[in-house]
């Protein structure tokens, strides 16, 4: 009887920490390599590290940053 209990302490303790782990590896990346920004000639939201940075300025693509100074 005192090995069932075992069993279902060790499956319970594997659970919890299998979630724990999960949680952890699902959060950390998304939070450091996934930062989001807004172009500022259209508002689309994309990755920083796939957007194109102009100074403080954020842009989807080459051209919506060149249209962007072409506009003012
Ligand atoms: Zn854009």
């Given at each position: 009887?005192?090995?069932l209990i075992l069993i279902a302490i060790?499956?319970?303790?594997?659970?919890?920490i299998g979630n724990l782990l999960r949680r952890n590896k699902l959060k950390s990346p998304t939070l450091?390599?996934?930062?989001?920004?807004?172009?500022?000639h259209c508002g689309l939201h994309?990755?920083?590290?796939?957007?194109?940075?102009?100074?403080?300025?954020y842009y989807c693509s080459q051209?919506?940053?060149?249209?962007?100074?072409?506009?003012?």
């Open positions: 009887m005192r090995i060790g499956l319970l303790l594997y659970v919890i450091l390599t996934e930062k989001m920004v807004k172009c500022q994309i990755l920083e590290q796939e957007a194109i940075q102009s100074g403080d300025a051209e919506h940053l060149e249209n962007h100074y072409q506009a003012k």
